[in-house]
């Protein structure tokens, strides 16, 4: 895998041709999450399954974007952004994120996200903007 960490400060980048994938139940716990998922959060496999998938929210995030994200998953079944991520160690890597509501046959709900790398332009556009929403918050 072409996992690289920035000479110049704690971000990491992975490669355009991967896709970090997790799937997690109806409570947020996560049930699945691929190697690139564990080697990008730098956490083992056995540390991820069954740990909300909260655990890589960076602080920088606002609450805001993920409460766009469960209006858009309840009412379109999906949702699309730009999502800081931490690290265990921590560090920090962006992510274009699609998170997807599964209903399965049996009608239990899961949740799979699949995330690629975003532009720079993407990411510039969001440093400011998620900086003012949370500055916001209370």
């Known amino acids: 895998m072409s996992v690289t960490k920035s000479e110049s400060s704690d971000e990491w980048f992975f490669s355009s041709d991967q896709y970090i994938l997790s799937e997690t139940d109806d409570k947020g716990l996560i ?5 690139l998922f564990c080697e990008m959060a730098a956490y083992k496999i056995e540390e991820l399954i069954g740990q909300p998938h909260n655990i890589v929210r960076h602080p920088d995030m606002p609450r805001i974007a993920f409460k766009s994200l469960w209006d858009d998953i309840k009412s379109k079944g999906f949702w699309t952004g730009i999502v800081k991520n931490l690290r265990k160690d921590g560090g920090y890597y962006w992510v ?3 998170a997807l509501r599964k209903i399965h046959n049996d009608g239990q709900v899961t949740y799979l996200s699949v995330r690629r790398v975003p532009s720079k332009r993407e990411i510039e556009t969001c440093i400011p903007l998620y900086a003012e929403l949370k500055s916001s918050e209370q």
């Open 31 to 35: 049930v699945y999450a691929n190697d």
């Open 96 to 98: 274009h994120a699609t």
